[in-house]
């Protein structure tokens, strides 16, 4: 007997794993699924506390439009700064002055 996913095609099986209602943080190194409550205009990461603006294209359909760059360049100036703090952050530092 054929089995029943040999009859299903590529887009129909794919179908199966997508995700309504949620988006991907668009951090490079995090990519985690995020899932804003109804109605919400912002969502933050729990991964790596990156905010995003969210707009609905439908009411049960999320998308990010652009980051909360407030809280973004915080977030980017810490870690900068914890970098440099490092021993070998503070040599390389040294070298290029």
Do not use: Q, Y
């Not at 912002?42 to 995003?52: P, R, W």
Request: aromatic letters at 6%.
């Amino acid at each position: 007997m054929a089995n029943e996913t040999e009859k299903l095609s590529a887009s129909e099986t794919l179908r199966e794993t997508r995700t309504f209602g949620k988006v991907r943080c668009h951090n490079p190194s995090c990519m985690e699924r995020l899932e804003p409550s109804p109605g919400a205009d912002h969502i933050k990461c729990a991964t790596c506390g990156m905010e995003f603006r969210i707009f609905w294209v439908r009411p049960d359909l999320p998308r990010i439009r652009g980051p909360v760059w407030e809280v973004n360049r915080k977030i980017a100036a810490e870690a900068l700064k914890r970098k440099l703090e490092t021993p070998a952050g503070k040599s390389k530092a040294k070298e290029g002055v």
